[in-house]
């Protein structure tokens, strides 16, 4: 009966030896991968809402163009003056807000 409270008292020492070490490697996977993926896809979606006609934008396939006509879920994009080209707000990568008085552009 001795031997089987030892063995029940070193379980538990070695349920804490087995779980710790998951957890730690759970704190370092979330600081370094999950908490700035999180960020970097809020930083995403606050871009996409603040986009407006007029904004030089590029879309994920490299297109450059700027806003004719944005919707919720639509954007038309206006190519070389000439072209309107139709994508999904999501399909925009990086978005340039330029200054319709000055012509000048800042980010």
Same mark, same amino acid.
């Given at each position: 009966?001795?031997? @089987?409270?030892?063995? *029940?008292?070193?379980?538990?020492?070695?349920?804490?030896?087995? #779980?710790?070490?998951f957890v730690?490697?759970? !704190?370092?996977?979330?600081?370094? $991968?999950? %908490?700035?993926?999180? /960020? /970097?896809?809020?930083? %995403?979606?606050?871009? $996409?809402? *603040?986009?407006?006609?007029?904004? /030089? #934008?590029?879309?994920?396939?490299?297109?450059?163009?700027?806003?004719a006509e944005?919707?919720?879920?639509? #954007?038309?994009? %206006?190519?070389?003056? #000439?072209?309107?080209?139709? @994508?999904?707000?999501? !399909?925009?990568?990086? !978005?340039?807000?330029?200054?319709? !008085?000055?012509?000048? *552009?800042? /980010?």
């Amino acid at each position: 009966m001795l031997n @089987f409270t030892a063995a *029940a008292a070193g379980g538990t020492n070695s349920i804490w030896g087995m #779980v710790l070490p998951f957890v730690l490697m759970f !704190a370092i996977f979330y600081f370094l $991968l999950i %908490r700035p993926q999180q /960020k /970097k896809q809020k930083q %995403r979606n606050s871009m $996409l809402n *603040a986009l407006k006609k007029g904004d /030089k #934008v590029v879309t994920i396939g490299g297109l450059h163009g700027t806003i004719a006509e944005i919707t919720d879920d639509i #954007v038309v994009l %206006r190519v070389n003056d #000439v072209t309107k080209l139709t @994508f999904d707000r999501s !399909a925009i990568s990086t !978005a340039t807000v330029v200054n319709d !008085a000055t012509g000048g *552009a800042s /980010k």
